[in-house]
């Protein structure tokens, strides 16, 4: 079966640095998206990556390893505004999108 | 990026009745729209694809004939919710994207229908 794995809750210091990761088994793989939710807000997209490496946008970052299966979100600086859900999406080899069930960051002063 | 109009943002509709939602892009032609429902403290649950022209892929346990979705041309793409129920009550949500099978996908803002 298809899985994505992410972590359901983190907390970080405002001003800090954090990670989320996210695993995925997958039927194919055709990128993987990384997209923040606010409570009762639709997702904004943050970032998409189809091949290894880091993409940097900015204090967001976005790490793939596709031989592992692995991704992580990585924010500097951390502010309040970031406190959120991150979600991690997977376009499988049908072009499909498949969710994690989200991290909830919890950003304390 | 490009932009992604959803309306209404919200809608109370009573038992029984239908509502419509509608998703367009506002910038750029959306060959391909996922209409998604999460609920409370949930990921995003896919409901259906569609493709412009095309009948929409609904996924499995999603009723075609209760969630009707009409993608009629490459700006709009609509999903009405027929003889709404309580627990249809949730947060819809679109997305499109310019082309069929590949690149970013832009969402809506999200509609918050809640029958009673």
């Known amino acids: 079966g298809q899985n994505i794995d992410q972590p359901t809750e983190m907390t970080a210091t405002e001003g800090a640095i954090v990670q989320i990761n996210c695993t995925y088994q997958?039927?194919?793989?055709?990128?993987l998206f990384w997209y923040q939710q606010h409570a009762g807000e639709a997702p904004t997209f943050l970032s998409y990556?189809?091949l290894d490496g880091l993409e940097e946008k900015g204090r967001f970052s976005s790490f793939l390893s596709r031989s592992k299966g692995y991704s992580y979100l990585l924010l500097k600086e951390l502010q309040m505004k970031d406190s959120a859900s991150y979600l991690c999406?997977?376009?499988?080899?049908?072009?499909?999108?498949?969710w994690g069930a989200g991290t909830k960051l919890i950003i304390k002063p | 990026g490009a932009v992604v109009s959803q309306h209404p943002s919200w809608v109370i509709c009573k038992s029984g009745t239908s509502v419509k939602i509608e998703c367009r892009s506002l910038?750029?032609?959306?060959?391909?729209m996922f209409w998604y429902r999460q609920f409370p403290k949930q990921s995003l649950m896919l409901m259906a694809t569609?493709?412009?022209?095309?009948?929409?892929?609904?996924e499995q346990g999603v009723e075609k004939d209760k969630f009707l979705i009409n993608h009629a041309s490459l700006t709009l793409s609509t999903l009405t919710v027929t003889s709404a129920h309580p627990e249809d009550s949730s947060f819809y949500i679109c997305?499109?994207?310019?082309?069929?099978?590949?690149?970013?996908?832009?969402f809506g803002q999200g509609t918050r229908l809640t029958v009673v």
């Open positions: 997305s499109a994207r310019e082309l069929r099978d590949s690149g970013e996908a832009f």
């Open positions: 910038d750029f032609q959306a060959t391909t």
């Open positions: 569609s493709n412009e022209g095309s009948k929409a892929t609904y």
């Open positions: 997958t039927s194919g793989f055709n990128g």
């Open positions: 990556n189809v």
């Open positions: 999406g997977v376009m499988d080899s049908n072009y499909q999108l498949i």
